[in-house]
């Protein structure tokens, strides 16, 4: 989930980290934080000090929310690992 204003650089600088790493069955949901959503994986998933956030999550536990490409993409690297393995 990516939270934050979509059309800002830094949440497109997210998007292309997500765009950038191949793990198996993601799932991508973004938009803007704390808005009502029919997007339940949005639900609850706040801004760090204002900035576009992500959280990547799977078996229902997220990672730390990340707001730079480079914790991202490590993050997902991370991830996709951890379905390799499985």
Do not use: M, W
């Amino acid at each position: 989930a990516i939270v934050g204003n979509t059309s800002s650089a830094a949440f497109k600088a997210l998007e292309s980290a997500v765009a950038a790493e191949y793990v198996p069955s993601l799932v991508l949901a973004g938009g803007e934080a704390g808005r009502v959503s029919q997007i339940k994986l949005l639900e609850g998933r706040p801004l760090v000090d204002g900035h576009p956030t992500a959280y990547v999550c799977r078996s229902y536990s997220c990672d730390r929310p990340v707001t730079e490409p480079e914790a991202l993409s490590e993050q997902l690297e991370n991830a996709a690992k951890v379905v390799a393995t499985v």
